[in-house]
């Protein structure tokens, strides 16, 4: 079983920055791709980000693009969301998830192991 984390969320204002951070449990961290998704109230979860197993490649959503940045640190088992020029429009549940099978994936579908949620709020 893997098990995934995060932490990192709060409130900040607009213009703010976040970095979250989601701990992963057991040894084969370091082979899974990992994604980053969001869900705000009555809306769909939605891709957020993509870093691949050893950090060398990432995707990232269209409006998330220049603003956030994914990393990951194998030795720590951890992979980190850096989110700069927060908008309120970035208000969600982000959640981690974990990619165990040898796949190219933004679909929610394609990832096994999903952390519980943190909370981001971003005030005008």
């Known amino acids: 079983q893997v098990q995934l984390v995060e932490s990192g969320g709060g409130l900040v204002q607009a213009g703010g920055s976040l970095r979250l951070s989601c701990a992963a449990s057991?040894?084969?961290?370091?082979?899974?791709?990992m994604g980053w998704f969001r869900q705000a109230p009555g809306k769909e979860r939605e891709f957020v980000a993509r870093i691949n197993w050893s950090g060398g490649s990432t995707y990232y959503a269209d409006s998330m693009k220049g603003r956030f940045t994914i990393s990951r640190d194998n030795a720590k088992n951890t992979v980190y969301l850096q989110m700069n020029s927060l908008k309120p429009d970035d208000t969600a549940v982000y959640y981690c998830?974990?990619?165990?099978?040898?796949?190219?994936?933004?679909?929610?579908?394609?990832?096994?192991?999903w952390g519980q949620g943190t909370q981001v709020t971003v005030s005008s």
């Open positions: 998830a974990a990619q165990t099978r040898m796949v190219t994936s933004i679909i929610q579908a394609d990832y096994d192991y």
């Open positions: 057991g040894r084969t961290f370091s082979s899974y791709a």
